[in-house]
């Protein structure tokens, strides 16, 4: 028989409430606070100015340089995850039954706008200093083996890039891990920060809202790209409970398929994603009519809405109009590998307190966008199993499952 796994921690920053804890971000979500504005790039000079959801740079130590941000961040969303767990796998004689999982698509994204702005593009006057680079901070594995190092980690240690579903992907990883007796710990997470070079390329694809993020209206126009960071602890049933831990949810199932359609684009079916749903139910021996919340991937772009509605219709049937689906990248903006977890933790959340977050900005039904979306103001709801899905460029769809412990 497999090792169940369980929620034991959780740490999160994003541009809401971005250092005030977990109850005030929930709160704040619930209450449909939206932070996305419209602002300057994060660094490189592109003379114009996008809608997004930025943690200010006032919120950050004066020391710290911009293109330290992503590291900053990782490390102070594992450490309240770690102090929200009561862990201290440093003093454990088993660190090397503990390891770590981060999603991220951009990585330090930063350091290598660095040097294009030391090779001729124009740095804001605040970021003309002197700088030292080993190049290591460039690597996309550098954050994982940084928090390793930081923690002792000995067990697996593992960076996934799977475009927007990387958060999600840390996830069923981590938890494969644990299953299958790999580990009793697993730190899971993802991270990614506002960079030009994102905003350049989303804006080139013509993905970008002009002015509000608004999944399943019918007149949404775009995403709005965001930042932020988001660790679960996961441990195993048997160590969890050996030592009395406080138990968030536990992680139910997982599974990750490919479109195998467009480089860019999503299968217009949602067929990927079908897949990746109907394997997580599989991998967690339920039924489909268990389900009491979907928090959707819900971009706000046109493709991905409708697609993701068919998905859920493809799966679910006439069940699926009985589920409840919010989208809460209409307040934060998405955050690439960081959305994944920021999107499971709202699943834990809403199977914990009962409350289902809103999908703000919602003032248009959509003929073919036509579920049980909660939109504008949150509702209660007792929520006992709840899916987070993603879906990436590439064709790349995963989902995972929570379910009550």
Known sequence: MRERVLVTGIGIITPLRPFAGLDSFWNALCAGEDVITVKDPPFLDLGRKWPMAAIERSAFPDEMRTEEKAGFLAEEA??????????????????????IVVGTVLGNILYKEVTMAENGFVLPDNEKKNRHRDGYNDSLSSLASGLADKYRLSGPVITVSTACASGTDALGIAAGKIRTGQADIMIAGGIDVLSSFALAGFHSLQALTH???????RNRDGLALGEGAAFLILE?????RSRGSRVYAGLSGYASRADANHLTGPHREGRGLSAAIR???????????????????GTGTPYNDLMETRAIKNVFGDMA??????????????????????EAICCILAIRTGVIPPTINFHERDAECDLDYTVNVAKE?????????????????????????
Request: charged share 20%.
């Open 78 to 99: 594992l450490r309240r995850a770690m102090h929200d767990s009561g862990l201290d796998i440093k003093s454990s004689l088993n660190r090397n039954r503990a390891g």
């Open 211 to 217: 002015d509000r993020v608004r999944p399943f209206d």
């Open 236 to 240: 195993s049933d048997k160590h969890a």
């Open 279 to 297: 394997g997580a139910f599989l991998d967690a021996e339920m039924d489909f009519s268990e389900l009491d919340y979907i928090n959707a991937h």
């Open 321 to 342: 109009y009985r589920i409840p689906v919010s989208s809460t990248k209409s307040m934060l903006g998405h955050s690439f590998g960081a959305a994944g977890v920021i």
């Open 381 to 405: 709801k007792k929520v006992g199993i709840a899916m987070s899905q993603s879906a990436g460029f590439g064709g790349q769809n995963s989902a995972v499952l929570f379910a009550q412990a």
